[in-house]
């Protein structure tokens, strides 16, 4: 059975609404690489694309991976209350446009937010429900070959992500679920599942929950009309 085909089988009852799912990890933990893989697997999630005042990297393209936005015009988004969160990363300000969350959540569909700690912890404030997941490399050699491999940061800029990867490993435990990404298809996996069980908590299916009451209520008094 496929990916899908296993997911829809297991599907809850009702959806009425979609969820919302925050991927937080250590820069080049893999989250990118993840979140590409999910969005082309399955076709019930939706990636929010952040503004940044980061310049773009070679092959970043603005409106795919990020809005590049200027400070002014980031801080015109902050005071139009338009972002659902935002914060200040390395230097640079990265943030989360509100009405696209909002209208694919009303659609059903489970919206990922890739964002770092700060953010993670202001969304989960302000929205109990959604879920946190931390994405983390296996070792720290690994952690540090990655961001070298990657080619895009100069040598100062890795070193104040490492340091920043330290700072986030104090507040790991905010986190609901941790992944060990040591293998693309088996994290991709495993995060799906570990979304869609979420529908499957009683507090996700209190509409059906209603249902199945009203309907029993109906039942009983049907029986003692007869
Ligand atoms: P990068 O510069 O490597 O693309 O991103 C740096 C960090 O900012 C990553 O941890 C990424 O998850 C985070 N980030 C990206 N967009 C947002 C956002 O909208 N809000 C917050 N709080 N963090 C973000």
Same mark, same amino acid.
């Given at each position: 059975m496929s990916n899908t085909e296993y997911i829809r089988e297991h599907r809850p009852f009702i959806r009425n609404r979609g969820m919302l799912v925050v991927i937080s990890g250590f820069s080049g933990a893999g989250k990118g690489t993840l979140m590409k893989r999910l969005m082309e697997? *399955?076709?019930? *999630?939706?990636? @929010?694309? @952040?503004?940044?005042?980061?310049? #773009?990297? #070679?092959?970043?393209?603005?409106?795919?991976? *990020?809005?590049?936005?200027?400070?002014?015009?980031?801080?015109?988004?902050?005071?139009?209350?338009?972002l659902l969160e935002y914060a200040n990363y390395v230097d640079n300000f990265y943030g989360t446009p509100r009405s696209y969350v909002e209208q694919e959540m009303a659609k059903g569909k489970d919206v990922i937010l890739e964002i770092e700690m700060q953010g993670a912890l202001k969304i989960k404030a302000k929205f109990p429900e959604s879920v946190l997941v931390f994405i983390t490399p296996p070792s720290v050699e690994e952690l540090s070959d990655r961001l070298r491999k990657r080619g895009t940061e100069t040598e100062e800029t890795i070193l104040k992500r490492m340091a920043k990867a330290a700072q986030e490993a104090e507040g790991i435990e905010a986190y609901d679920y941790i992944l060990i990404n040591d293998n693309l298809d088996k994290t991709a996996k495993h995060l799906n599942y570990l979304i869609q069980d979420q529908h499957m908590r009683v507090r996700s299916q209190i509409a059906f929950v209603e249902k199945m009451r009203n309907d029993l209520r109906a039942y009983y008094t049907n029986l003692n009309s007869i």
């Open positions: 697997d *399955y076709d019930y *999630y939706s990636l @929010s694309v @952040s503004a940044t005042t980061r310049k #773009p990297r #070679p092959g970043e393209v603005d409106g795919r991976d *990020y809005f590049f936005v200027t400070k002014e015009q980031f801080f015109e988004m902050l005071k139009n209350d338009e």
